[in-house]
């Protein structure tokens, strides 16, 4: 199991150098390899570079916000089917409605929970995996 | 056939008697598995949930520790309070030696009040839900006002209480020290005797 996700990219777009440390410390121990963008722009550009297996996108952040970058995103056909899961405080229903019609698989509220995140990116990767 | 039956028939009691032992002590064993098994799963998620929770303060004490100047750690705090502690709501409040205060930051409505007059300690706090005290040393140079949790969150848990206490002990000294730093830094080198 290790060996195979041992190729796996995991993005992570996030202004919070708070929020990135502790994405990181979560995820680090893991046998991922670690790509960070600070704002939506750079997001898209890392994301159309690199072509990560998951990314985990932040809404409110300078440049441009997590929801318009979600939306670029998805109109590249090569990160049309990668996973995208927003991380973010903004709870509200209109806020999580506009994430997944937006195209995000799923929607992490901050502060991030250490089980929930490795529970919900873990199976993401394992269910590319499979269908791969 | 008939004593041959009966032969049969305490054999085959005898057997059944033999099958219930085996059967009582297997579910001995089992209910001893499950034991055991519950007691691991406690302890893993309980090894999961101490490791989570100092994940949490390891990540705020170095973001302290990361303030190159004073809006640098500042902004390190609210990044804190916002992200770690889940607020979106907050001032962050300094005091001089006069007992004078003065809000030097802060996120949402909370802000918003401040600016709108409210600059007073006592009047900042009256509605908080929780009021940090930041110090230097023992004494208290500000303080940090949380007026609310981000909607999603039930209230402080543990791992928040050890963050609000290390942002009480050491957030006021990371900031001055930052400021201090900044002062010295530009300073010649002192000749070596």
Request: charged share 25%; glycine share 6%.
């Amino acid at each position: 199991m290790n060996t195979a996700l041992s190729r796996k990219k995991i993005l992570l777009v996030d202004d919070s150098p708070t929020s990135l440390l502790w994405q990181r410390l979560i995820l680090e121990p893991e046998p991922y390899e670690i790509l960070v963008a600070r704002d939506g722009e750079e997001g898209v550009r890392v994301a159309r570079s690199s072509r990560p297996d998951l990314v985990l996108l932040d809404v409110v952040m300078p440049r441009m916000d997590g929801f318009e970058a979600l939306r670029q995103m998805r109109a590249d056909a090569t990160l049309r089917e990668t996973p995208i899961l927003m991380v973010t405080t903004r709870s509200e229903m209109v806020n999580v409605m506009e994430g997944f019609e937006g195209g995000c698989n799923e929607y992490i509220t901050k502060p991030v929970d250490r089980a929930e995140l490795l529970t919900k990116v873990r199976g993401y990767l394992h269910a590319a995996e499979d269908l791969s | 056939v008939s004593a041959s039956a009966e032969m049969d028939l305490n054999g085959l009691r005898t057997d059944l008697l033999m099958l219930h032992r085996d059967a009582a002590r297997l579910r001995a064993q089992n209910a001893q598995l499950v034991a055991s098994n519950n007691d691991l799963i406690a302890q893993l998620t309980e090894a999961t949930q101490t490791g989570g929770k100092h994940l949490r303060t390891l990540v705020a004490f170095h973001q302290l520790l990361d303030g190159g100047d004073v809006a640098a750690g500042v902004r390190n705090v609210c990044d804190i309070v916002i992200n770690i502690i889940g607020s979106e709501s907050f001032v962050i409040v300094g005091v001089n030696a006069r007992g004078t205060a003065r809000v030097v930051a802060g996120y949402g409505s909370a802000l918003e009040r401040a600016r709108a007059g409210e600059q007073t300690l006592d009047a900042l706090s009256a509605d908080a839900l929780r009021v940090v005290d930041l110090k230097l040393g023992t004494r208290n140079v500000g303080a940090i006002v949380i007026d609310a949790l981000l909607p999603h969150r039930d209230g402080f848990h543990q791992a928040d209480e050890d963050v609000l206490q290390l942002l009480s002990k050491h957030a006021a000294t990371a900031i001055i020290a930052a400021a201090e730093w900044r002062r010295w830094a530009h300073l010649p080198l002192p000749e070596l005797a």
